[in-house]
């Protein structure tokens, strides 16, 4: 920490005993929050505490069921997130809502085009991008259309798009869940700017450390209410966790498992990216029933590529998959889910959720199978498995009746997971699995595979943070530009994981 | 924007009548003009009319069940009505006999032998919607309108333009009994009506019960995710358009027996009312939506308000403005029941 931190000024923006409901559901009960001018003010809480709602009531995006949003000492009410934008506050989602045909320059300035005499100034626009992504050293073409960028690129717009409207209160909900920790880095560095301008933050984020860094004040909420306040000299991770769950989680140790039979074997695969160029080449795997194998990497390594191709969706242009000691590349997914291979997939919005069906229909859809008898399925069945499931991934819902979209998102990331679980499978690939879930949903889901490994479950886990992968992986793949760069067992240290993945090492 | 959420909390009551009554919407609706019709005439409201009026609605209800399941998937199937006569000319020339050249006869297939070949055809030319959609990735409107095309100029080569008025068959060629879809009752049922709700019946517990159900769902909410949970999608999209077309075939044949005639020009424009039942019947145009009771109302909404219509003496061009306020009114309470919830983040 260079700069000495300031001692709380005046709020420029607050919430007075603000309280929201769903029908049934409180989603808030009475909240006091505080966001102080030119500080950073993270917010803590479990899946579904109510951070999200509090945002978005913050921001305008929607209006809370009874109390106050006091801005500049005026109360004020906002209609629409307009409203409030126009008052100088501006959100990035959780959940992306960008509009997947259009460029990345489309995108930032959807619904604000710079106009000049002839229309549209889209060479102003596009200089003003390049400079956006420059300052978050992102190598984007303002013209790429976004459903042709990973995940976290995605991500980095959503904030240059929060960025380009110079708000003087900027709300951050899990802005870097798909970011690795250099991308995070710099996005760190733009919030120090911004609060040394008097920007305000609000950041939210479930990696604890992280957040932890950037922080002057953090709030801890918890079903609703808000349970702790402190300035950033009073706390550490312990404090939050005790404040966030009430108990102190350890994520542990790789468990002990019985290592059997090559369960998945990769040879030679190579993987075409969107223009046809290679971007994995010539990749080897071996993954052993019981065993869990993480694979590190940066954004654009070429993680998600490989495990999508494993799972069927995307075309190896080389390589062989080998499941239990049979081919399977010829298979469909759903031959392939049927031989016990599942696929957690990186986006929950766009490939592991059905927004018009239910929480139970999300979480049985990929085994319609186990409750199927004859022609039917059988009701009964189908809710003791939903119920079963729900237990398991502990969601946070009314029941399997509930609507997908009432859940929190770290909730929907839990029946994404659920529902390939579900499936029963002999390996599983996760693809970034902890976005977005709390630490005591992390520590389940750990539980969960190491469990399944004692039953000689592979597990093959993908992520961008190392000390998940130090926590469960008894094997560490790093994997960089396509390639695998570097093979470590359990023992190895953060540094040398990160330097092998072609990371600068961040301080 | 997103921020239309307009729930009133003071008001949890009046909130839940509104609710009721936007869900319930079609069933109010056939309600309501069923009242009105049987003050404003006597003969609107006897079993005979009853009757009457649902064997007409057989024919769409038929349609909009296929087209149900195809705006599920997220399409749309605008080649119904061509199939619908297309089939009907398929049924009728084999009911005039094939000449078969090389062995100098002409064979005259049995009426159960018609009904197969013609529901076979229909399956077949919904199959080439599904495989253009599915496989060739060509967009459901697009594709089904070139079917709606080609279908309907086949008829027209096949007939020369006229229409085939014989279809009664006859004893001492063994083919009679074509009437008896359109003419015959079972315990005073049309048997169109009982197709329909044969048909119905079986699609609904489709819907609802069976894995292909959850399939046409998922692919239809989320193709990506669907695909991703194992779903087959195309098979699940290509089985769907052939449905459709079936069950087109199956209206084209209850009609050319209720006329005893088929001509290359039937069912012109009849997609557009099927599509209008499964939207009044609330499904979304969208996709993922919707279900065989709403649509099953749709259709006897059109049906019965045109009828009545018709009895109480109102104008056909009337009718047309009518049935189109229904439409819209029908996608306008859509929009409200689905449109405007918050994001969720
Ligand atoms: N539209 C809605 N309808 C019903 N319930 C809702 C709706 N939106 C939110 N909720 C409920 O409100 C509660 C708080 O949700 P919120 O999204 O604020 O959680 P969160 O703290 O952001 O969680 P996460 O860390 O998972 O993002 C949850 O129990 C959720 O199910
Ligand atoms: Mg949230």
Redesign the pocket.
């Known amino acids: 920490m260079t700069a000495p931190r300031k001692t709380a000024p005046e709020a420029v923006l607050a919430a007075r005993n603000v309280a929201k409901s769903?029908g049934q559901?409180h989603?808030l009960k009475g909240v006091n929050f505080d966001i102080h001018r030119g500080h950073v003010t993270t917010l803590f809480?479990e899946?579904?505490?109510?951070?999200?709602?509090l945002m978005k009531i913050l921001s305008g995006v929607i209006q809370p069921t009874s109390g106050e949003i006091v801005l500049d000492g005026q109360p004020v009410s906002f209609a629409n997130a307009n409203e409030a934008r126009d008052r100088g506050i501006s959100i990035i989602h959780?959940e992306l809502s960008l509009a997947p045909n259009l460029s990345v320059r489309d995108n930032i300035f959807m619904g604000r085009e710079i106009t000049g005499p002839t229309g549209v100034d889209f060479a102003e626009e596009e200089r003003q991008v390049r400079a956006l992504l420059t300052e978050l050293e992102e190598d984007i073409h303002p013209l790429t259309p976004v459903e042709n960028l990973r995940l976290g690129q995605q991500q980095i717009v959503e904030i240059a798009r929060a960025l380009s409207v110079d708000s003087r209160i900027l709300i951050m909900d899990e802005p870097t869940s798909a970011l690795s920790a250099s991308e995070v880095e710099v996005l760190f560095k733009v919030i120090r700017d911004l609060t040394a301008r008097g920007v305000s933050i609000v950041y939210i984020s479930?990696h604890l450390e992280e957040a932890l860094t950037i922080t002057d004040h953090a709030v801890v909420?918890r079903d609703g209410v808000m349970t702790a306040y402190a300035p950033r000299a009073e706390i550490d991770l312990e404090w939050i966790v005790r404040n966030m769950v009430g108990e102190n989680y350890d994520l542990g140790s790789p468990p002990v498992t019985e290592r059997g039979q090559v369960a998945l074997s990769i040879r030679g695969l190579s993987v075409p990216d969107a223009t046809g160029q290679d971007l994995v080449r010539g990749l080897d795997l071996d993954v052993r029933a019981g065993e869990i194998v993480c694979i590190y990497g940066l954004m654009g390594a070429g993680r998600t590529e490989v495990l999508e191709t494993v799972a069927g969706r995307l075309r190896a242009t080389a390589g062989q998959v080998v499941l239990d000691g049979h081919e399977i590349s010829h298979l469909s997914i759903a031959g392939r889910i049927a031989r016990g291979l599942a696929l957690v997939p990186e986006d929950r919005q766009r490939d592991g959720l059905v927004q018009t069906m239910s929480v139970g229909q999300n979480l049985s859809l990929a085994s319609i199978g186990r409750f199927t008898r004859g022609l039917f399925t059988s009701r009964r069945d189908e809710r003791a498995l939903v119920d079963d499931s729900i237990r398991q991934v502990t969601v946070?819902?009314s029941g399997g009746h509930a609507a997908i979209?009432?859940?929190?998102?770290?909730?929907q990331q839990k029946v994404v997971i659920g529902k390939m679980l579900a499936t029963q499978p002999r390996v599983i690939l996760l693809d970034e699995p902890s976005r977005?879930i709390?630490i005591g949903a992390k520590a389940e889901v750990f539980r969960l595979l190491a469990t399944g490994a004692k039953s000689g479950l592979a597990v093959v886990y993908s992520t961008s943070e190392v000390s998940e992968c130090l926590s469960i992986a008894h094997r560490i793949i790093v994997m960089h530009k396509g390639r695998i760069s570097a093979e470590f067992d359990s023992s190895v240290s953060k540094e040398q994981i990160m330097a092998a993945s072609g990371e600068s090492v961040a301080a | 924007m997103s921020a239309t959420t307009t729930t009133a909390p003071a008001k949890p009551r009046s909130l839940n009548i509104g609710r009721l009554l936007l869900e319930g919407r079609a069933f109010f609706a056939l309600i309501a003009i069923i009242a009105v019709f049987s003050v404003l005439s006597p003969n609107y409201f006897t079993v005979g009319n009853l009757l009457i009026m649902s064997s007409q609605v057989a024919i769409y209800g038929i349609l909009s069940v296929g087209m149900l399941l195809v705006i599920l998937n997220g399409g749309i199937d605008l080649s119904v009505g061509s199939i619908l006569a297309l089939s009907g000319v398929v049924a009728g020339a084999l009911m005039q006999g094939v000449e078969i050249d090389a062995l100098g006869v002409i064979l005259y297939p049995p009426v159960w032998a018609v009904v197969v070949l013609t529901l076979c055809v229909g399956a077949a030319v919904g199959a080439v919607n599904g495989v253009l959609v599915a496989i060739f990735k060509v967009p459901p409107f697009v594709a089904t309108l070139g079917v709606m095309y080609v279908a309907r100029g086949v008829a027209l080569l096949m007939t020369n333009g006229l229409t085939y008025n014989n279809l009664r068959g006859s004893e001492a060629l063994g083919n009679t009994g074509f009437n008896w879809l359109g003419f015959y009752r079972i315990g005073g049922v049309p048997i169109s009506v009982i197709v329909l709700a044969v048909v119905a019946l079986a699609a609904g517990l489709m819907l609802a019960r069976s894995a292909f159900g959850r399939w046409l769902y998922a692919s239809g909410g989320n193709e990506r995710a669907a695909e991703l949970s194992g779903v087959p999608v195309r098979r699940v999209k290509i089985t769907v358009y052939a449905v459709s077309g079936a069950l087109a075939a199956v209206a084209g044949l209850v009609l050319a027996s209720q006329l005893t005639s088929a001509g290359p020009t039937a069912g012109t424009t009849y997609e557009l009312t099927a599509i209008a039942a499964v939207v009044i019947g609330g499904a979304a145009l969208t996709g993922g939506r919707g279900n065989v009771r709403g649509t099953m109302l749709g259709a006897f909404v059109i049906g019965f308000l045109s009828a009545g219509l018709v009895i109480i003496g109102i104008s056909s061009y009337w009718q047309t403005v009518f049935t189109g306020a229904v439409i819209v009114l029908a996608v306008l309470m859509n929009s409200l029941q689905y449109g405007g919830g918050?994001r969720?983040?």
């Open positions: 769903y559901v989603a809480g899946n579904g505490a109510g951070k999200s709602t959780q479930h909420l946070k819902t979209g009432s859940l929190s998102g770290g909730n977005g709390d | 918050p969720k983040g």
